[in-house]
């Protein structure tokens, strides 16, 4: 039986290179945008475009996106099925820590930022601990 | 599903990544469909079999029934009787 190579594929090195090179440009423009977001003085109440500007970080937040969707579409089934899967995992933890934010306060606990960070952040959590479970077998 | 792919991939002496690459799965997925852990589509059924020249059945085929049922439903009389 021929020995059983755990390098990667040519089809693997593919999909890494092509997905680095649609998510860098993405991460870097998100990066600058915040830096440039957190540095500036915003004030909505004062003139109504500064919540426009307070928007921009987004633009490449959907550019992300947009990287992570090609990469589902250029990986192969099970890779895809696999991405999808801890995608919709990411989801479900996101809504049940907002629904669980959102029952708090009325309970008076906690804030509503807070309870914003905290669904953010254990989505993307939940997501990279599915997709890093479901890809590392 | 049960499969003859870690099989024929010996005989052509092809490791897993030879075969993935000519495949243009990663190498997870063709462990996965080599243990069985995951039955690939008919497309790529497909593509297995063209690439083996085999058919799809000669590779692929259902694991055994684990539970036959021991009293079988007699056939019906006449039913399967050869034609005179």
Not at chain 1, 58 to 86: F, V
Not at chain 1, 108 to 129: D, E
Request: proline residues 7%.
């Amino acid at each position: 039986m021929p020995a059983t190579t755990t390098q990667k594929t040519a089809f693997e090195r593919k999909l890494d290179r092509e997905a680095f090179r649609d998510a860098l440009p993405a991460v870097v423009a998100l990066i600058v945008a915040h830096a440039v977001i957190s540095q500036v003085t915003l004030d909505a109440d004062k003139h109504w475009w500064h919540g426009t500007i307070a928007l921009i970080p987004t633009l490449p937040l959907i550019w992300l996106g947009w990287a992570q969707w090609r990469s589902i579409q250029r990986a192969d089934e099970l890779q895809r099925m696999s991405q999808l899967q801890a995608l919709a995992i990411g989801f479900a933890v996101s809504m049940i820590v907002a629904s669980a934010g959102g029952l708090l306060l009325v309970a008076s606990v906690g804030t509503g930022p807070m309870y914003l960070q905290l669904t953010f952040v254990t989505g993307i959590l939940a997501w990279a601990a599915a997709l890093f479970v479901k890809l590392s077998r | 599903m049960r499969n003859r792919l870690r099989e024929l991939r010996a005989i052509e002496r092809w490791s897993q990544a030879d075969l993935a690459d000519r495949l243009d799965v990663s190498r997870q997925t063709m462990n996965a469909l080599e243990t069985g852990r995951y039955d690939p589509s008919l497309p790529l059924a497909f593509k297995i079999a063209r690439l083996f020249q085999l058919g799809i059945d000669e590779i692929f085929f259902p694991d055994p029934d684990p539970d036959p049922d021991p009293d079988p439903e007699p056939e019906p009389v006449g039913g399967s009787e050869p034609v005179s």
